[in-house]
């Protein structure tokens, strides 16, 4: 019985070690990022772009099929063993900015943020320029303070 209980010791000793050290390629399971992380992710490379606003995408936008766009971003996730992401960015353009030049840094960073922190594939990054913003409002442009001096004195 003493080489049983010594042969059952050095078997749990060796089976905690192992559990210890247990290598996870063999476990079996799935990992899902739901749309609104992949939204958030997406969202934060948006507003790292310079010359970039999140526009309303409007009322034709949210009557197609899908979830609505939220902060100028919509997202769509295909079903499958690797998932491919779709995403739809709407926004607004600063006035003097190369559109197309634009965009493609809009494509580009919201596809390496996504896949970087994902592992996901980015299918496509489909940009809709919604507007032009200009920098400088009409209340604040260099005639408006002289007249309102001028007004004081």
Same mark, same amino acid.
Not at 14 to 42: C, F, N, P, W, Y
Not at 71 to 81: A, K, L, M, P, T
Not at 116 to 145: C, H, L, M, W
């Given at each position: ?66 979830? !609505?766009?939220? &902060?100028?971003?919509?997202?769509? %996730?295909?079903?499958? =063993?690797? *998932?491919?992401?779709?995403? #739809? ?33 980015? !299918?496509?990054? &489909?940009?809709?320029?919604?507007? %032009?913003?200009?920098? =400088?409002? *009409?209340?604040?442009?260099? #005639? ?10």
């Amino acid at each position: 019985m003493d080489n049983n209980d010594q042969v059952e010791s050095s078997n749990y000793e060796q089976e905690g070690i192992e559990a210890a050290t247990m290598d996870q390629t063999g476990l079996e399971g799935k990992i899902r990022i739901s749309e609104e992380v992949i939204s958030q992710l997406a969202i934060k490379a948006l507003l790292s772009v310079d010359g970039i606003q999140p526009a309303n995408p409007g009322l034709m936008a949210n009557l197609r099929m899908g979830r !609505k766009a939220a &902060n100028g971003v919509r997202i769509s %996730i295909s079903d499958g =063993e690797s *998932p491919e992401i779709q995403v #739809d960015t709407y926004v607004s353009v600063k006035y003097s900015l190369r559109i197309p030049d634009v965009c493609w840094d809009v494509q580009e960073a919201v596809k390496d943020q996504i896949e970087r922190y994902t592992g996901y594939t980015v !299918k496509s990054v &489909n940009v809709y320029v919604q507007g %032009i913003t200009f920098s =400088e409002k *009409p209340s604040e442009s260099g #005639d408006a303070p002289s007249t309102d001096s001028a007004e004081i004195l």
